[in-house]
């Protein structure tokens, strides 16, 4: 890899295009189209702090939004049909979380009674009430299990 210098210059790329990498588990140079690659830094995205949308429109109290159990953020738009006296939004299982992973959460309707279950963590500083329009976003700690309310 020490000539990848003596190589042209190429200002215009396409997806079938291959860029030359050392394979640490390999332990030698390979190649790897532009398009493999793309795929390998969209997993390192995702993982890390790429965010899901994410919907629920509950039609009577005493509902539970599940947010689906991912190693992503998660944007949770919540649309009740109608001012609810109860509800619950269920995090992902603490299995699947990850350290920094956030969830944002909108509601467009009143909720009296909120719960917000952990699913295995424990949960600090969650709302009790969401009034309409209201939202909150909550922060994973990976060393401490724990899901802190940061907004």
Known sequence: MTTINQLSSDSTLSAGDQVALYSQAQGDTRKASLTTLAAFLATLVSASGGQTTQYSAPSAT?????IANSSASAYLILTP??????GTILLPALSSCVDKQTVTVTCTQIVTALTVNGNG???????TTLAANGFFT??????????????
Request: charged share 10%; hydrophobic share 45%; net charge positive.
């Open 121 to 127: 963590a424990t949960v600090n500083g969650a709302p």
């Open 62 to 66: 005493g509902f539970t939004a599940t």
């Open 138 to 151: 909550l922060k994973f700690d990976g060393v401490l299990k724990v899901w802190y309310r940061v907004g």
């Open 81 to 86: 049909t109608g001012t609810f006296a109860t």
